[in-house]
């Protein structure tokens, strides 16, 4: 059994899903609380991609309107567009894979709801 199909509450890292059981704290971007979210705790990981989804929401906004002030007063594109890109591209694939997460823990409960209903 991997570590994504424990049918246990464990607390995971959100980017690599390593197991956190008797780990430290740990520091994630978009983290809503001290601790990481448990591999089934639907309500945080949605919190967290909800989050995620504003950060990048705002990214799509603030993000054309800086590089287009840039490129009225200075006639050409700004060095850090670049930049720009990748940290959309670096964003949108930590909201895949968060959605990824919450999809896990609803199969985690869908799997609970079958496995009582049977047993």
């Not at 639907?42 to 967290?48: G, I, N, T, W």
Request: negative net charge; aromatic residues 8%; proline residues 6%.
């Amino acid at each position: 059994m991997s570590h994504l199909d424990k049918p246990h509450s464990h607390p995971i890292c959100p980017t690599c899903q390593s197991d956190l059981s008797d780990k430290q704290r740990l520091d994630y971007l978009a983290g809503g609380t001290a601790l990481p979210p448990e591999n089934d705790a639907v309500f945080k990981l949605y919190e967290e991609s909800a989050r995620l989804m504003c950060f990048l929401g705002a990214l799509a906004q603030a993000g054309p309107l800086a590089i287009a002030q840039y490129m009225d007063e200075r006639k050409e594109a700004p060095d850090w567009m670049y930049d720009f890109v990748g940290l959309a591209e670096e964003l949108t694939n930590e909201t895949e894979r968060r959605l990824l997460l919450l999809r896990n823990a609803g199969r985690i409960w869908e799997e609970r709801v079958t496995a009582r209903k049977e047993g």
